[in-house]
């Protein structure tokens, strides 16, 4: 399977735990992106990054939350200390290298649901 | 003003007929427009993408922009019941890098 994997599919944390997410590119693939849908809510961007290098966290909330793109190795957006508020679908995309000015399309994975009790 | 605006529906359509949706961005900068279909508590499917003034078809869809009205939209012809789902219109915008912008999304229903 080619396409964009993330992982767990499910989570589940106890408030003031550690959550991370796992996110593989599809193929061919160099830049990630991620986004999360709060319940009956839009998809909203999260942040953006290519190996080693994070371009765009503007959507990113300022405390708790980070994300990595290693050299080797899936992205991870970590979220500490868990709070309700955080219960969502967190969903990867990947897009191809990114030329200046143009865009490509981003292909999303199957996301994965956390829940915070 | 949203950035990015859909009715939220539902749009309750009988099968085999055509399904409209419309889509409408504040941001003139915008450059690309993407329709993704969501069933429900599943992931965005990207079915459409369009990027120039005019029409694009691709088998049942076709996506139709207007940038000098700022709007976006997708037909469905042939609605099937297998078409039921959120569709969501996402823009980007060239002044904010690669990210997308996506709308609230329409809900579709196609009734057999």
């Known amino acids: 399977n080619a396409g964009v994997m993330q992982n767990p599919r499910h989570l589940v944390r106890r408030r003031g735990q550690e959550a991370r997410l796992r996110c593989s590119p599809m193929?061919?693939?160099?830049?990630v992106y991620w986004y999360r849908q709060l319940p009956e809510e839009g998809l909203k961007f999260m942040v953006y990054?290519?190996?080693?290098?994070?371009?765009?966290e503007s959507g990113m909330p300022k405390e708790r939350f980070s994300a990595e793109f290693p050299k080797e190795g899936p992205s991870i957006l970590r979220i500490q200390q868990v709070v309700r508020g955080d219960s969502a679908a967190y969903f990867c995309?990947?897009?191809?290298?990114?030329?200046?000015?143009?865009?490509?399309?981003?292909?999303f994975g199957p996301g994965t649901r956390l829940t915070v009790t | 003003q949203k950035e990015v605006e859909q009715n939220s529906g539902p749009l309750s359509v009988p099968e085999g007929a055509i399904a409209s949706l419309n889509c409408t961005y504040s941001?003139?900068?915008?450059?690309?427009f993407f329709w993704y279909r969501q069933y429900s508590g599943k992931s965005p499917e990207l079915i459409m993408s369009?990027?120039?003034?005019g029409d694009k078809e691709d088998g049942r869809f076709t996506a139709q922009l207007n940038k000098a009205s700022q709007y976006v939209s997708l037909l469905i012809r042939d609605s099937q019941p297998s078409d039921s789902a959120t569709y969501l219109c996402?823009?980007?915008?060239?002044?904010?890098?690669?990210?997308?912008?996506f709308g609230g999304g329409t809900r579709v229903l196609v009734k057999p």
């Open positions: 996402a823009v980007n915008r060239k002044a904010a890098g690669n990210k997308l912008t």
């Open positions: 995309a990947s897009s191809p290298r990114v030329l200046a000015g143009a865009s490509y399309e981003q292909y």
């Open positions: 941001d003139r900068g915008s450059q690309s």
């Open positions: 369009i990027y120039s003034n």
């Open positions: 193929k061919g693939h160099s830049h």
């Open positions: 990054l290519q190996k080693e290098n994070i371009i765009d």
